[in-house]
């Protein structure tokens, strides 16, 4: 009888062999990291609001994941994408099944010359379905503006479909959440379409460490 071994995998970070592990590979789907570059992550899952928006962020916006971003939307390593929710694709998946993703946006020239919009591919592995409505666009004077369009304005962004997320359970999502500007400028033109539910999830979030 013919046996076909499994082709082999290699860390989309160190491009090392990856060690079958039935274990991850059972719940990843496809691991994408060997096990000495993912004990350097430092999943947190911090819990936050953004006022009485529940948000959560998968880690602490250290070092590691700094480094990584900027390989990923700074250097345009395409490949970079799923380490990010590599291991937690099945509980995200389950904690946000029903959901719609919603990003929150960025230059659509920046996007053109990466070639990709970096937080669309972050959470393309969650397989929810992706309303690009929010678009962020150069600032303009609201004098110029209609009512409607000073309304469906926040910060420099723009919504482009309010009946988009009428009743609908939307995630908003981000790279890293730092300020909470660009957040609170999204909620804000969301909730003007009446979503059914609001939740953000983010990959990073700094946090403010008291002196002991």
Sequence with gaps: MLVLSSPIKHCKICFQEIKDNSFHNLIDGENVLCEECFSKFNPRFIHFHVRDIKGMAIYE???TIK???FKFKGCYDIELKDVFLARYLWFLRIKYRGY???PVPSFELDDKKRGFNHVVEIYSGLNLPVLNI???VENHKQAKQTRKQRISSQKNFTITDLDAVNNKKIL???DVYTTGSSMN??????????PKKIEVL????????KNK
């Design 61 to 63: 916006y250290d070092q």
């Design 67 to 69: 480094e990584l971003l």
């Design 100 to 102: 719609y993703i919603v």
């Design 134 to 136: 929010l678009k962020k």
């Design 172 to 174: 908003i999502v981000d």
């Design 185 to 194: 400028a999204a909620i804000n033109l969301v909730m003007t379409g009446k």
């Design 202 to 209: 983010v990959i990073a979030k700094n946090v403010l460490h």
